[in-house]
């Protein structure tokens, strides 16, 4: 079976800080995908980004930043220079074989950042 | 950037009634999806659908669920009998393209309470 497992349900940081969001997943699919979804205020699941299983490669994209690793089944999520509009609640998600398109979510983790 | 809408954004009924969840889709998409929060829980995959058929359904959408997609833009869930279990977010999501990994664009959801 696939599971999503984020251990942090709730983070409060001051802006500027960085904060990792910390994301496990079990499956014993070989190919499956990995995302992040932000849910902002406004309820809406907005996408992140996402990786498959064959590319290991940590992505950055402006303040966020991604690290992918196998060998402990985690696909971390860091928020460099945190801004008062990363305040949402994020969602690690995964999809394989086994369970064809569908996502499998984790129970996701309120970040507030504070002034 | 195309959205996917969801109406309305609240629905509260009584337990034993029927309820109809909307949904627009981005227009452009062949592929839609139910998924549900229930408050302090992870987002479950209810149903997706394409080409007027349900693809895939999880255990959670048992007969008193329904999706249709009654004219070219609307793609709506049914509940025939609302129970207090119920009560949940209810969201929304279309992609282009079918198979594991592809990306889902997601509605701001219905909030869902069974009185």
């Known amino acids: 079976a696939q599971k999503v497992t984020q251990a942090q349900t709730e983070i409060s940081v001051v802006e500027k800080e960085d904060v990792t969001l910390d994301c496990v997943y079990e499956t014993r699919d070989t190919t499956y995908y990995l995302f992040w979804y932000k849910q902002p205020p406004s309820g809406e699941l907005v996408f992140l980004i996402r990786?498959?299983?064959?590319?290991?490669q940590n992505e950055i994209s402006g303040r966020y930043s991604w690290n992918f690793q196998k060998s402990t089944s985690s696909f971390n999520f860091t928020i460099t220079a945190s801004q008062v509009v990363d305040s949402a609640v994020y969602f690690c998600?995964?999809?394989?074989?086994?369970?064809?398109?569908?996502?499998?979510f984790g129970k996701g983790m309120k970040l507030t950042v504070n002034p | 950037e195309p959205e996917v809408t969801q109406t309305p954004s609240h629905q509260v009924t009584q337990m034993g009634q029927e309820v109809i969840l909307r949904c627009v889709p981005i227009s452009n998409h062949l592929y839609f999806y139910w998924y549900r929060q229930i408050l302090g829980q992870k987002v479950e995959f209810l149903v997706s659908?394409?080409?007027?058929?349900?693809s895939e359904k999880s255990e959670i959408f048992d007969d008193q669920f329904s999706v249709e997609r009654p004219d070219g833009s609307n793609f709506t869930l049914k509940i025939r009998s609302t129970k207090l279990e119920d009560s949940a977010m209810y969201f929304c999501a279309s992609s282009d393209r079918w198979g594991i990994g592809e990306k889902l664009f997601f509605g701001s959801g219905t909030q869902l309470s069974v009185l």
């Open positions: 998600a995964l999809s394989g074989q086994g369970g064809s398109e569908k996502l499998v």
């Open positions: 659908f394409y080409n007027n058929e349900i």
């Open positions: 990786r498959n299983s064959f590319d290991e």
